[in-house]
T-cell receptor, first 112, second 112 residues
């Protein structure tokens, strides 16, 4: 079983839709959860960084962590064509080490 | 500009060649990383340098050889690569082991 599972998509939605991106994981020791966005021919950029369970909101983006279900989500409200990218979830046990485990990424297309 | 610069952007090399990838960061971070990104696979951590010392070597074949001369520069020396080594090689930096990475745009490597 992979440590982190992420549906590769592609996911195609119309402009203005609410997008839900998800990851499941198997290691209950993960405490830090991240979402990265990667545009074509670019490196990933950090979108959201959360600790433990709960929600975190930043503009149109909301990150949600449910540690009891080992499930994390990224919601994008009022999606725009500029949101078209690959979204990578990532997680780590603590900040004392250097190992962050990434999902394979979900490719998102937002159609105008 | 992300603050992490990688050169070259594209590289085609034969299996008997020797080449080097270069990474430079101007963010004042003290940890630098090499990741390999293959299609539809999670990012694979290759090497980590913290305060110019290698702290992680993730069972990478010896045909990949990293070098970190100072906290701002990181190299990946390549020799006698195999076609399966073709991938996007990403450099990243962070402040300590925070998990908040800043990635470069990557070097697209093709081994022929």
């Amino acid at each position: 079983q992979k440590e982190v599972e992420q549906d590769p998509g592609p996911l195609s939605v119309p402009e203005g839709a609410i997008v839900s991106l998800n990851c499941t994981y198997s290691n209950s020791a993960f405490q830090y959860f991240m979402w990265y966005r990667q545009y074509s021919r670019k490196g990933p950029e950090l979108l959201m960084y959360t600790y433990s369970s709960g929600n975190k909101e930043d503009g149109r983006f909301t990150a949600q962590v449910d540690k009891s279900s080992k499930y994390i989500s990224l919601f994008i409200r009022d999606s725009q064509p500029s949101d078209s990218a690959t979204y990578l979830c990532a997680m780590s046990v603590d900040t004392g080490g250097f190992k962050t485990i990434f999902g394979a990424g979900t490719r998102l297309f937002v159609k105008a | 500009e992300t603050g992490v610069t990688q050169t070259p952007r594209h590289l085609v090399m034969g299996m008997t060649n020797k080449k080097s990838l270069k990474c430079e960061q101007h963010l004042g971070h003290n940890a630098m990383y090499w990741y390999k990104q293959s299609a539809k696979k999670p990012l694979e951590l290759m090497f980590v340098y913290s305060l110019e010392e290698r702290v992680e070597n993730n069972s990478v074949p010896s045909r990949f050889s990293p070098e970190c001369p100072n906290s701002s520069h990181l190299f990946l020396h390549l020799h006698t690569l195999q076609p399966e080594d073709s991938a996007l090689y990403l450099c990243a930096s962070s402040q300590e082991s925070s998990g908040r990475y800043t990635f470069g745009s990557g070097t697209r490597l093709t081994v022929v």
